[in-house]
């Protein structure tokens, strides 16, 4: 019998890379690509020697439906994107080309494929400065053109399906931490930054007073998340995926064993977050495996991988922010 094949955009970088080694110990086929402009080979190699795995290094914007490896895809897993709320205010331009006209690009690519599924990695920045617990009926109120960028991605996904009858749904993931997540292009991952900071023995720089509460969430629970929503998830359907149990930054740095440099500067940046996980457990049976602790844990045991990644000091990121 054939295996299931998916198709991983975006699979070089941070949880591209989990999810193609998720599929493969599922005993799917996996076909990846990245243009490698924040990814990295690096990334792929537990899964590259896999003879049911093939990377292309390849554009998003060059695929097309003759694109040959492409035929029998069962489930699309649309992850490639660019994020970051400070970035996109200064070049807005880019973020709807990617994560809109991109996304739009990769449904256009694989509708004649008789999909099963198309499963898209929307953004809890969708929600704004939001109520917490947030739900998914909750209002999309998007402060960057990142935000409003991936909202309009999620929402050409669902176009797709009411007019070309393509099944999809939209994973609107929280804070995704874990081995291999950098911040690289922006100032936008706290837990990439501080590991880097942690192999310097530097001090975390820390927003504000560090007790804005996040919901962080390991990488394999967002995996896990993505793999039941393509078998069990329902049609149009976007779902919170977080831990469900916000943090402190506090507490992160604490797990993490660093030391606090606090910046006022920086926190405003920074707001609560908390995820109301009722509709995906209701639909999927999805619950996170991860505590902060063991995922914090896990991430250390990899705390090497990030002497390449870039440091973010005081000076770097405060004037990101005032660009
Ligand atoms: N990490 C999180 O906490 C988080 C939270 C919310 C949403 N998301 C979404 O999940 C997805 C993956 O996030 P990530 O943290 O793994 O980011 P990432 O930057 O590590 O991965 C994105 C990958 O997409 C690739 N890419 C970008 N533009 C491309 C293009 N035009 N063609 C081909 N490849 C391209 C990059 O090279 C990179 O490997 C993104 O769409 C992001 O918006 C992530």
């Known amino acids: 019998m054939s295996k299931i094949k998916a198709l991983v955009t975006g699979g070089a970088g941070f949880l591209g890379s989990h999810l193609c ?31 049911s795995f093939h990377f292309e290094e390849m554009d998003i914007f060059d695929l097309n439906p003759e694109t040959s490896f492409l035929d029998d895809i069962n489930y699309v897993f649309h992850l490639a994107g660019i ?28 509708k004649s494929q008789n999909l099963k599924k198309f499963l898209y990695a929307a953004s809890s920045t969708c929600y704004g400065v939001p109520r917490v617990p947030t739900l998914e009926s909750d209002s999309l109120v998007p402060i ?7 909202i309009q991605g999620e929402q050409a996904v669902f176009h797709w399906s009411h007019i070309y009858g393509v099944e999809s749904c939209s994973l609107r993931i929280f804070d995704a931490y ?32 560090g007790e804005i509460k996040r919901d ?17 998830g329902k049609n149009t359907e976007s779902y919170n995926v977080g831990s469900g ?7 992160l740095m604490n797990l993490l064993k660093g030391k606090p440099n606090y910046l006022n500067n920086i926190s405003k940046a920074f707001y609560h977050t908390w995820a109301d996980l009722s509709k995906i457990q209701y639909d999927t049976n999805w619950a996170p495996r991860f505590s902060l602790e063991k995922g914090v844990e896990f991430s250390l045991r990899h705390l090497d991988s990030w002497e390449n990644a870039p ?5 770097r990121i405060t004037e990101f922010l005032n660009r």
């Open 21 to 51: 080694e998720y599929l493969l110990n599922k005993d799917w086929e996996v076909v990846c690509i990245d243009n490698l402009s924040s990814g990295t080979l690096n990334a792929l190699e537990n899964v590259i020697d896999n003879s």
């Open 83 to 110: 994020e970051s709320e400070q970035s996109s205010i200064l070049s807005p331009t880019e973020y709807f080309k990617i994560n809109v006209l991109g996304t739009v690009k990769v449904l256009e690519a694989t």
């Open 144 to 150: 960057s053109p990142s935000a409003l960028s991936k």
């Open 178 to 209: 874990g081995p291999r997540c950098y911040s690289k292009n922006s100032f936008n991952n706290l837990f990439g930054i501080w590991m880097k900071q942690k192999i310097l023995d530097q001090s975390f720089t820390m927003p504000g007073d």
């Open 216 to 232: 962080f969430v390991y990488c394999e629970d967002v995996c896990q998340a993505f793999y039941l929503a393509a078998l069990e």
């Open 245 to 251: 149990k916000p943090r402190t930054l506090n507490e």
């Open 311 to 315: 440091l973010w000091t005081e000076d």
